[in-house]
């Protein structure tokens, strides 16, 4: 329920509280969807000892902020250590792309027999998780020595979201864009 309670508050979407009215010390919390969003709205109703007491004069919504370092994973987890060579494809009109990841002998191959199997391709971000299942890996003499792993970007909005996670796990691993 806390978790509902914090991504509902943490949206643009208005909402209110109400004192109880009863002696249940049920606080009821209205969430209303603004005109930029999708969402019709939707009553939370939580126990009174969970939430601080509430004063009229006191503010007791802001923005939640949660940073999460940008990072890649193959089982779920397991943040793969190895940087991966980024190629990029979009439409001429824009609306779909592709981000095709090469890793040269990425470190899930040490951990894999361990922890367990590849699962899938996992960018995550403060933003929550872009995923795909559409990876292989490539084998020298019997061994694993790289995999690929491609992201299909089927909308604008899809685009702009790939984009924020790339630029942030750029920042974060020292890596830069070359337009070709």
Do not use: K, W
């Given at each position: 329920m806390a978790t509902l309670q914090s991504l509902a508050?943490?949206?643009p979407l208005s909402h209110?509280?109400?004192?109880?009215?009863?002696?249940?010390g049920i606080v009821t919390c209205t969430v209303n969807g603004?005109?930029?969003?999708?969402?019709?709205?939707?009553?939370?109703?939580?126990a009174r000892s969970?939430?601080?007491p509430i004063s009229r004069n006191s503010k007791i919504f802001g923005p939640i902020t949660v940073m999460a370092k940008p990072t890649i994973q193959f089982i779920q987890?397991?943040?793969?250590?190895?940087?991966?060579?980024?190629?990029l494809t979009k439409s001429r009109d824009g609306t779909n792309g592709m981000a095709i990841f090469?890793?040269?002998?990425?470190?899930?191959?040490?951990?894999?027999?361990?922890?367990?199997?590849?699962t899938?391709?996992?960018?995550?971000?403060e933003e929550g998780v872009l995923q795909s299942v559409d990876v292989s890996a490539k084998f020298v003499n019997g061994k694993p020595s790289g995999i690929e792993a491609k992201y299909v970007m089927r909308t604008p909005r899809e685009w702009d979201r790939f984009m924020r996670?790339?630029?942030?796990?750029?920042?974060?691993?020292g890596l830069e864009f070359i337009k070709k």
């Open positions: 508050f943490a949206s209110s509280c109400h004192q109880p009215r009863s002696l249940s603004s005109a930029h969003s999708a969402f019709n709205g939707q009553s939370l109703h939580m969970r939430l601080a987890g397991t943040d793969e250590l190895t940087v991966p060579d980024v190629r090469r890793f040269d002998q990425p470190s899930v191959f040490d951990s894999s027999g361990e922890i367990g199997e590849i899938g391709f996992y960018m995550i971000d996670f790339m630029e942030r796990y750029a920042n974060q691993n």
